[in-house]
């Protein structure tokens, strides 16, 4: 399978790129704004430079392709209209355009847990203890909190209209992504961890410990990610689909029994196992 990857040197797409490239039944294209140095752990790969906002750039990646997905985008919460406006927008419109002129079968997007955030910021912190009893699943209202969680919104929308109005592609895959990391912070203390490490907080801090409560909740690894990838792109029996994408977290607040059951969604992490 031909597989596109755009975006593909962030949080997720490197973890695709660690548990799938050498996977022989793929054959991917990395997409990305800009390229590697060689001595750069992922500058070995080739990479097709161009931006999403160019739909001749999207357009020349998707050709041949059997499949995408679409990971490029602004990423934070705090965005304005304006910062989020080319990647998000038009960048989701051109690669849906580009998967229908080249016949892309399958498509998968990357949305966001942001896509619900509204829920979390009615809840938290109490949300982040077990058997708190909220989950949320593809069937909730959206709730977005920002600019950014309401374009992913807009982009799981704009999927539904293509496959439903349009010969291409045939099939569309949201998951709602909640925390990936980059292999130095996999793990739910990773965020806190961080943390330390810039000085915002010290470790055994209120502001420690809560953001390791909510790593708990939230976390999904990297091969749970790649897994979850690797499930859609096998998949030949969702037309339109909205997925959580977490790992079996006991505190998690978003349902994967969906995954489980359209997709073959099989996680093999969870957060309270590390103490």
Known sequence: MDVVITGAYGRCGTAVIDHLHDDSAYEFSYLN????????????????????????????AFEGQDAAVHMAAYPYTDGTWAD??????????NALEAARE????????????????????????????PQYGLVLDHTDPVRPDSFYGT??????????????????????YALRVCSVR???????YGDAEKG????????????Y?????????????????????RCCLEDDSVEFGVFSGVSDNTRRWFDIEHARACLGYDP????????
Do not use: C
């Open 33 to 60: 704004r800009s390229d590697r140095p060689d001595d750069h752990p992922y500058g070995h790969l080739d990479t097709i430079v161009g931006d999403v906002a160019d739909a001749d750039a999207v357009s020349g």
């Open 84 to 93: 989020i406006f080319e990647p998000n927008i038009i960048g989701m419109y």
């Open 102 to 129: 080249h016949k892309v079968e399958t498509f998968v997007f990357l949305s966001s847990n942001h896509v619900m955030g509204q829920y979390e910021t009615e809840h938290s912190p109490d949300l982040y203890q």
């Open 151 to 172: 374009s992913k919104s807009f982009g799981e929308d704009l999927g539904r209209y293509y496959v439903e109005n349009q010969e291409y592609p045939r099939r569309f």
């Open 182 to 188: 980059m292999p130095q912070y996999d793990h739910p």
């Open 196 to 207: 330390v490490e810039e000085g915002r907080f010290s470790r055994g801090s209120d502001s």
């Open 209 to 229: 410990s809560q953001q390791v409560a909510r790593m708990k909740a939230t976390w999904q690894s990297r091969r749970d990610f790649a897994h979850q990838i």
């Open 268 to 275: 093999k992490d969870d957060a309270e196992d590390w103490t």
